[in-house]
């Protein structure tokens, strides 16, 4: 299946920014527009959440939550891309909530409530979600340490987000499960990212290989 000339709007935080590559070409979007011929819009704002912060951050960007952006997105997307969750867990402070939460004041909320407007907005696009990627002290309930009350571990954010798309039928791409990429691991840490967190140059080349090859699939058999 060929990508080239297919709109594709990537939808994420600091990750789908680009934090950590040594230039914007090397972030994944970038990448995968130059692998593929794509056009790729990048929609990442760096230390934003799925769900809606109760507290105000200190920077008000932070604070746009990813559904509160998706009518400033290019409507003419052929395939969109969500990658986001690990901000949640790392210094979020919406509630888990419950699957029947259809707002997003709660975690399963801005789930129920991105996809839902997602899906309206594009309902003819290939629309998929990615988990996020392992990191360091990612088993902390307090998430980076900022976090005043004990929530849930990545692992658990990740099963939330596997969830919640089982329900809309969308194609999750587990990078949490298959990026090869574990931080943890002092020489993973080192190869693939800059702090345990973002990736390096190296980190989004693997990164891009991986999502590229995932939309390949998935286009061939709609």
Request: aromatic share 10%.
């Amino acid at each position: 299946m060929e990508l080239k000339g297919l709109k594709i709007n990537f939808l994420g935080d600091s990750i789908t920014e680009g934090h950590g590559a040594s230039k914007p070409e090397n972030c994944y979007v970038s990448k995968i527009a130059e692998k593929t011929g794509a056009i790729c819009r990048n929609y990442g704002i760096g230390g934003t959440r799925i769900a809606r912060q109760i507290k105000p951050s200190k920077e008000e960007r932070y604070d746009k939550y990813f559904s509160s952006r998706i009518d400033s997105m290019d409507e003419d997307a052929d395939i969109v891309a969500v990658f986001g969750g690990t901000n949640d867990f790392g210094h979020g402070d919406a509630p888990i909530g419950n699957i029947n939460d259809n707002t997003p004041d709660t975690f399963y909320g801005g789930l129920n409530f991105l996809y839902k407007n997602l899906i309206a907005k594009y309902p003819d696009a290939f629309i998929f979600v990615i988990t996020p990627l392992h990191r360091t002290n990612e088993e902390n309930l307090k998430g980076d340490g900022s976090k005043e009350k004990e929530s849930l571990s990545l692992r658990e954010y990740v099963k939330i987000i596997r969830e919640v798309a089982d329900c809309y039928s969308l194609p999750v791409l587990d990078l949490f499960a298959n990026s090869g990429i574990y931080p943890e691991i002092p020489a993973h840490k080192e190869k693939y990212t800059v702090d345990g967190l973002h990736p390096n140059d190296f980190g989004y080349e693997v990164i891009s290989k991986r999502i590229i090859k995932f939309i390949k699939e998935n286009l061939d058999v709609q």
